[in-house]
């Protein structure tokens, strides 16, 4: 997460330097860290920031869970949006801990992603690595698939379609459960973001 708004802030010192009209909002936490990085310009808007609030994927938080605690230069959450006439991109993601097992929270989140369609269970090693979005070059969307091997002690529970997909990432820990709630939406000259 660190990377991506070092990288916001050397293409908002580009925009200042290139283009008219840009604007550039940094919003700094009580630590001094960067927390919100807006820049406007006349093509278009990116937003970078750790301000989820995780209605805005779609999902509840499980009952009893805690956001886990930020570590070293990496946030727990992140929330990502660029949004051009050509096309936008939507990120919302956050981290939880609970003590309950594996099991009760794949139960309950299947529960929930079965409004967004037919709820896919796939395996990966590492919590949010497989997600792919994509669109074909008609800005149609297939459904949501497993990516790699479909193996390891991480279940990935995923609904939507692959440019408007909801993914759930399940890892047990010594005393419970680690989880990770991830929205992505992607977006063509046809649709909104």
Same mark, same amino acid.
């Given at each position: 997460?660190?990377?991506?708004?070092?990288?916001?802030?050397?293409?908002?010192?580009?925009?200042?330097?290139?283009?008219?009209?840009?604007?550039?909002?940094?919003?700094?936490? @009580?630590?001094?860290?960067?927390?919100?990085?807006?820049?406007?310009?006349?093509?278009?808007?990116?937003?970078?920031?750790?301000?989820?609030?995780?209605?805005?994927?779609?999902?509840?938080?499980?009952?009893?869970?805690?956001?886990?605690?930020?570590?070293?230069?990496?946030?727990?959450?992140?929330?990502?949006?660029?949004?051009?006439?050509?096309?936008?991109?939507?990120?919302?993601?956050?981290?939880?801990?609970?003590?309950?097992?594996?099991?009760?929270?794949? @139960?309950?989140?299947?529960?929930?992603?079965?409004?967004?369609?037919?709820?896919?269970?796939?395996?990966?090693?590492?919590?949010?690595?497989?997600?792919?979005?994509?669109?074909?070059?008609?800005?149609?969307?297939?459904?949501?698939?497993?990516?790699?091997?479909?193996?390891?002690?991480?279940?990935?529970?995923? @609904?939507?379609?692959?440019?408007?997909?909801?993914?759930?990432?399940?890892?047990?820990?010594?005393?419970?459960?680690?989880?990770?709630?991830?929205?992505?939406?992607?977006?063509?000259?046809?649709?909104?973001?």
């Amino acid at each position: 997460m660190r990377t991506t708004k070092s990288l916001c802030l050397i293409l908002a010192f580009a925009c200042l330097l290139i283009l008219p009209g840009c604007n550039v909002h940094e919003e700094k936490s @009580a630590n001094g860290d960067d927390k919100n990085v807006s820049i406007e310009t006349p093509v278009g808007d990116l937003h970078v920031g750790n301000d989820v609030d995780v209605r805005d994927a779609g999902l509840s938080v499980y009952p009893g869970a805690q956001l886990k605690p930020k570590k070293d230069d990496d946030d727990s959450s992140a929330n990502l949006s660029i949004s051009t006439s050509a096309f936008g991109l939507k990120v919302v993601a956050a981290e939880y801990a609970s003590t309950d097992s594996p099991d009760k929270i794949a @139960a309950y989140y299947r529960q929930e992603l079965k409004k967004y369609g037919s709820v896919l269970d796939c395996h990966t090693e590492k919590v949010g690595n497989n997600v792919n979005v994509h669109s074909d070059d008609k800005g149609r969307s297939g459904p949501v698939t497993c990516e790699g091997s479909n193996t390891g002690n991480v279940l990935e529970l995923k @609904a939507g379609t692959q440019d408007n997909q909801h993914v759930v990432s399940i890892q047990p820990r010594d005393k419970g459960t680690d989880f990770s709630l991830v929205y992505v939406k992607l977006r063509g000259k046809q649709g909104d973001i």
